[in-house]
């Protein structure tokens, strides 16, 4: 397939620069794939789309304060994007100026304590960097550390919790989990109290949240690794809820990627931790989400080509089209789509 087949015109304003204030009145479109029906509601009116028995999937992966700005010995600033922990204190990281960053160069951030030096160079062209520090690497990325806004948001936001997730708790994220944006504490409990469960799976968003599509066809584009992990609990309670006929709602496509990561052919979910790869575009079968919630993305992104595969790109482009003339607000801080 063509990557231009998943092309629509974005006007720049229908970027969101901040969440909605509560989180859960932002605007919901649901598709209803059977009907191929389109209705607009407010987010919190989610709930009504939950049956007792159902099961709410969500990653609660917390984003680190990634961002980080220092200088290497010869003065010269520099900025590095944590993405990947390949071990303890050691990292994969996209970083500016590229080329001037050689092998065996240390950059110094702060007044020296977080000092570190480039050991390799990554496959999409980033760089692994060992750090030096005392303490907890985490007390550390708190102090010198910023939040990592994707670039399109210009807009600094005046609280950093804005970009977390009301359920993040495991860190390691270079990105929130968008559509996990938009539940709040109060909703959630609503949802719980109507019989619904609610589970935690984690994948660590990376890359693949920053890397554009380059190529022309949809099969040639090689997705990036991320970390994820599946506890013996929440697999157990899925597949209890695929047994009774209730069904699985994934939040977000980072949770969609992980549940079908682990999936059998038979739609059972394994108990697992490591990394996957796994690209998700039209053609592909589903095993284990019934309910997708997600947000509005960016054109020929592999996140609308994921959403293509679940409601069918014919569906998906037509809601896409009455989303930009509806003026719905799109990707992290936007409106959300609840997909059945």
Do not use: C
Request: a negative charge; charged letters at 30%.
């Amino acid at each position: 397939m063509k990557v231009k087949d998943f092309d629509f015109e974005l006007p720049e304003e229908l970027i969101a620069q901040e969440p909605m204030e509560p989180r859960d009145e932002s605007r919901l479109m649901v598709i209803n794939r059977a009907k191929e029906q389109i209705e607009g509601k407010i987010f919190k009116e989610i709930i009504d789309y939950f049956e007792p028995g159902d099961t709410l999937v969500r990653n609660n992966t917390k984003v680190i304060p990634a961002r980080l700005f220092g200088h290497k010995e010869t003065g010269a600033r520099v900025e590095v994007l944590l993405l990947t922990q390949v071990e303890l204190g050691e990292w994969e990281a996209l970083v500016r100026p590229g080329r001037k960053l050689k092998l065996g160069t240390r950059v110094i951030f702060g007044n020296g304590e977080l000092v570190g030096e480039i050991k390799d160079r990554t496959d999409f062209g980033g760089r692994v960097i060992k750090f030096e520090y005392e303490g907890t690497f985490e007390a550390v990325l708190d102090k010198l550390g910023e939040m990592p806004l994707p670039p399109y948001i210009t807009k600094e936001l005046d609280k950093s919790d804005k970009y977390q997730t009301v359920y993040a708790k495991k860190q390691g994220a270079a990105a929130a989990p968008t559509a996990g944006l938009h539940f709040t504490d109060e909703l959630l409990a609503k949802i719980e109290d109507k019989g619904v469960n609610i589970v935690d799976i984690t994948l660590h968003v990376g890359l693949g949240t920053f890397r554009p599509v380059s190529v022309d066809t949809i099969e040639e584009h090689d997705m990036h690794s991320e970390y994820y992990e599946v506890s013996e609990e929440t697999a157990k309670i899925i597949n209890d809820t695929k047994e009774r006929g209730n069904r699985v709602f994934s939040v977000g496509t980072t949770s969609t990627r992980t549940l079908e990561s682990v999936a059998t052919e038979n739609g059972k979910i394994r108990a697992a931790k490591g990394w996957t790869d796994i690209f998700i575009y039209p053609g592909y079968e589903f095993k284990a989400v019934d309910a997708l919630i997600t947000n509005f993305h960016l054109p020929q992104s592999t996140l609308v080509m994921l959403v293509s595969a679940f409601a069918g790109q014919e569906l998906t482009m037509k809601a896409y089209q009455q989303a930009v003339e509806q003026k719905y607000r799109f990707y992290s801080f936007g409106d959300g789509m609840l997909i059945l």
